[in-house]
């Protein structure tokens, strides 16, 4: 393994993966997967640029705009890419550029061209293939771009041009492949959950009563750039008292209360991988009865999802243990009342658990590959990686309930890696058991 210690994936794993991929193409097919384009933020600012995972995972070029064709058997070569041009001028301001030497030297190109000559050989090295590999319906300029290459083809038929017969969409090829995770990607993502576990420690140990959401935000991301882990995964949540119930709140901008918890559900990325973690804790230091009953029930619902989690053990599954040891525990804990299974088939517990249990986990944060296949939910094995994150949420409207239970939201999340045996748990960094947070906290 090449890995350098900035945690990257070598260009021998980009290779090996498009040989997976071109072996799975028959021959007189061609599969074209497009990088992402630079976003304008306005007028001449743009977004900071993200890569495409699909394009990334076979290439770990990152360069904006660029297309990889795969040509399983072509002669001149099998691995063709697009790449923005050299340009001395332009460089100065942009930074450097592979350019088509680059991505032959560096990017194990076959072949290379400039992204200027994409509508002028496109419609030639589509000409004679009869099947065309590729994820319509992602992007709608794109689209447009492909259907006037084929229309140009067709064009010619009568000077003999022949353009594709069947289009399929190469995403679940591509996808199956991403959903289980080899050795260089898991050492990434240990790493990636490594920093953003100690980075939530660091905002356990920063919290006091009178700051602001926005500044445990700021301990989060100082840790992880600091660490090497420039992006986050997706943008921080940091919720204190009802905040927490808001399952996508990012304003991160009101004051943290004494006598409140506050949700944090943030993840850094790295080596476009994504971590994604989510720690609740007493914005004083100490749980008052109430959030420790309900923090001490999420946690054993986290618990249980994580032991149970082995191959073979059906996705679902997970998601139904949540369900009930969230019923069991808010029934014993007057929040609902009636009998367990009755609750569970009304779906009682939606009002308070809204959400799945968890998510796969890779390049994407809510990552790509299918929970079911043939219609049944899919078992759990070796490689694949997913979240377990069940939580609570009393909204402070909620009239149902004891004042006392109003504005309290929970989440415990972490990231786990499906075993041979059962599964590793990537986030165990980040304290989750009550008395270790109240200790990390007493002594900061
Ligand atoms: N941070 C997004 C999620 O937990 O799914
Ligand atoms: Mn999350
Ligand atoms: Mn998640």
């Not at 890419?81 to 194990?108: H, K, M, N, S």
């Not at 989060?220 to 927490?244: E, K, L, T």
């Not at 796969?360 to 979240?387: A, C, F, I, S």
């Amino acid at each position: 393994m090449e890995i350098c210690d900035r945690m990257k994936i070598s260009q021998s794993t980009f290779a090996a993966r498009r040989r997976a991929l071109l072996e799975q193409l028959p021959v007189g097919s061609l599969a074209l997967i497009a990088g992402a384009e630079l976003a304008t933020r306005n007028r001449d600012a743009e977004y900071p640029f993200r890569q495409h995972s699909d394009f990334y995972y076979l290439t770990g070029f990152n360069e904006p705009g660029s297309v990889l064709l795969l040509i399983p058997g072509r002669e001149e070569g099998e691995v063709v890419l697009f790449c923005p041009p050299r340009d001395p001028q332009l460089e100065i301001w942009t930074g450097y550029r592979a350019g088509p030497e680059g991505c032959v030297e560096r990017f194990g190109a076959d072949q290379a061209f400039a992204l200027t000559e994409l509508d002028e050989r496109l419609p030639l090295l589509l000409n004679g293939r009869k099947r065309l590999y590729y994820a319509l319906g992602s992007d709608e300029a794109l689209d447009s771009r492909v259907r006037g290459w084929l229309n140009s083809i067709r064009a010619k038929s009568r000077q003999g041009a022949e353009a594709p017969e069947e289009l399929v969409l190469v995403d679940n090829l591509l996808h199956e492949m991403r959903l289980f995770k080899g050795p260089e990607e898991l050492a990434v993502m240990r790493e990636a959950a490594r920093i953003s576990g100690a980075a939530h420690t660091a905002a356990m140990r920063s919290c006091r009563p009178g700051g602001y959401e926005y500044q445990l935000e700021a301990a989060i991301q100082a840790h992880c750039i600091s660490q090497g882990a420039r992006f986050q995964a997706y943008s921080p949540i940091v919720g204190g008292g009802a905040n927490g119930c808001i399952l996508h709140y990012i304003e991160n901008d009101a004051p943290l209360q004494d006598g409140e918890l506050v949700l944090i559900d943030a993840g850094c990325e790295l080596d476009c991988y994504a971590s994604d973690i989510t720690r609740t804790f007493p914005i004083n230091g100490r749980f008052s009865a109430e959030q420790r009953a309900l923090y001490e029930l999420v946690l054993k619902a986290n618990q249980a999802c994580i032991d149970a989690a082995a191959p073979g053990v059906p996705w679902n599954a997970v998601h139904e243990l949540s369900v009930r040891v969230l019923t069991e525990g808010l029934v014993e804990l007057g929040l609902l009342q009636g009998e367990v299974e009755a609750l569970i088939e009304a779906g009682a517990y939606t009002e308070f658990y809204m959400h799945r249990i968890g998510h796969w986990l890779g390049m994407d944060v809510h990552d790509v590959g299918n929970y079911k296949v043939g219609g049944e939910w899919r078992p759990l094995q070796p490689g694949m990686v997913m979240t377990i994150e069940p939580g609570l949420y009393v909204s402070p409207h909620n009239a149902k309930v004891e004042a006392r239970w109003r504005g309290i939201g929970i989440r415990i999340e972490d990231n786990i890696l499906i075993t041979e045996t059962g599964c590793e748990v990537l986030t165990a960094a980040a304290p989750k058991a009550v008395a270790e947070i109240e200790a990390l906290m007493a002594q900061a």
